[in-house]
């Protein structure tokens, strides 16, 4: 008898009131080798640096800011003294490293690639070295180091679209990853030209999207000015999910559940083993202005 491969359902994952809060049950193995610094076995971390006047009252940034922005989140996941350090804690001059920022719908904002380019090559890298690795085309066989720079926001075809979605185009065919409400987002990152490869997930949380679009509703926008980071990336978009859920909240004076619900997040723990979608082993380390944090 042929034996069945095993379909990943809405049912599988919508329990209870998981379709409208998602629940607090978001981990899996660890996925990376290792574990960051303080990192207890089989918990995760997650950093969130934020700064209240990295963006003025018209949205521009202030990149000398974001520039000590990123080095805070850097040494903070690293554990080393300095930006450098850190970076050559993460990559090495040797390494191809691709760049796989949000392109559409919230960007990753210029000044934040910019920043994080200017201080890879500070840090040794090689210009050469450095790669845009976001696209359907990109030859990821040379690439040795994957950095995920998603924005933040809400999506229209999978409840979120940050860190799990954010390989969407590795996959060849976007299409196929969105039936079963995106359940299968999480497969693309076990790809062999993809798998183990990310060394850092950094998204962009200065100007977040709490709703799905496809076009932006300003109403929906709020100045977070932040950077969100880790190397577990279920970690990061459960903690993500918490901030986007608890502004919709906010925003409504209610529960304001997303549609359709996005359970890419839970089925990357539960079937793709990609890491930690349980909350209360999620480690959440805050610096910087602490007002409407969200967590």
Known sequence: MKKRTPVVTRRDFIRGTVGATLGATLLGPKWLKGKGPGQAEGRSSVFIVRDQHVM?????????????????????????????????????????????????MNPTHDELIEVIKETLVSAGIPPGNIRDAQGKSVDLDPITALLCLPGLKAHWLTGIGTTIK??????????????????????????????????????????PVCDKGPQVDPRYRWA?????AGTDPVAVDTVCLKIIMAQRKKLRGEPWPLSPPPICVEAADKVYKLGTSNLKNIDIHTIGWDQDLLI
């Not at 949205?59 to 040494?75: R, V």
């Not at 079963?180 to 950094?202: C, H, M, Y």
């Not at 977070?224 to 969100?228: A, E, H, P, Q, S």
């Open 166 to 207: 954010n390989y969407i185009l590795y996959s060849g065919a976007p299409r196929n990853y969105h039936h079963q409400d995106s359940a299968k987002l999480g497969e693309i990152w076990n790809f062999p030209q993809v798998k183990g490869k990310t060394r850092l997930i950094l998204v962009d949380a200065l100007h």
């Open 224 to 228: 977070y000015n932040g950077l969100i």
């Open 56 to 104: 003025d009252t018209s949205m521009n940034i202030d990149k000398s800011i974001l520039e000590k922005m990123l080095e805070q989140t850097l040494t903070k996941v690293t554990g080393k003294n300095n930006i450098k350090q850190a970076w050559l804690g993460l990559v090495n001059p040797e390494d191809v490293i691709g760049l796989v920022p949000t392109p559409l």
